[in-house]
């Protein structure tokens, strides 16, 4: 997981960098650490906003590792928190809404979510897995 973890922050770095041609900066603001890249508008600094997420994911796989009992549940949580991140995060970037005010990456992450949904519960709680009737 950290491998993971690490590799998106640093991808996450080159976003920072590259500025508005990236089209992952965030939506302007007026919090003391707007950052303007090049357009005199201080916006959200939302590739760092994720590297400090991905750095608290990597925090809770390392305390969780010895804990999760199920194969690739340590994956499994990532995938749930990485997904939730992304999902709430992308509504601060400009990529254009296709449905119900989500865009594209939005839309993967909720039929992600849906995807892991029955595994959350066992994963960050670890509650038994339910008995199929």
Same mark, same amino acid.
């Given at each position: 997981?950290?491998?993971?973890?690490?590799?998106?922050?640093?991808?996450?770095?080159?976003?920072?960098?590259?500025?508005?041609?990236?089209?992952?900066?965030?939506?302007?603001?007026?919090?003391?650490?707007?950052?303007?890249?090049?357009?005199?508008?201080?916006?959200?600094?939302?590739? !760092?906003?994720?590297?400090?997420?991905?750095?608290? &994911? @990597?925090?809770? =796989?390392?305390?969780?590792?010895?804990?999760?009992? /199920? %194969?690739?549940?340590?994956?499994?949580?990532?995938?749930?928190?990485?997904?939730?991140?992304?999902?709430?995060?992308?509504?601060?970037?400009?990529?254009?809404? !296709?449905?119900?005010?989500?865009?594209?990456?939005? &839309? @993967?992450?909720? =039929?992600?979510?849906?995807?892991?949904?029955?595994? /959350? %519960?066992?994963?960050?709680?670890?509650?038994?897995?339910?008995?199929?009737?």
């Amino acid at each position: 997981m950290l491998p993971l973890c690490l590799g998106i922050a640093i991808g996450r770095v080159g976003c920072f960098l590259t500025g508005l041609a990236d089209h992952t900066y965030g939506s302007p603001t007026s919090l003391p650490w707007g950052v303007d890249f090049g357009d005199g508008i201080p916006r959200h600094p939302v590739p !760092l906003y994720e590297i400090a997420v991905l750095a608290l &994911i @990597a925090l809770w =796989a390392l305390r969780r590792r010895t804990e999760i009992a /199920a %194969r690739g549940d340590l994956f499994k949580g990532f995938m749930i928190a990485y997904l939730s991140w992304r999902l709430l995060i992308d509504f601060m970037k400009p990529d254009p809404a !296709l449905v119900l005010g989500l865009s594209a990456i939005q &839309i @993967a992450c909720l =039929a992600g979510l849906v995807y892991y949904a029955r595994d /959350a %519960r066992r994963v960050f709680f670890g509650a038994p897995e339910p008995v199929a009737a």
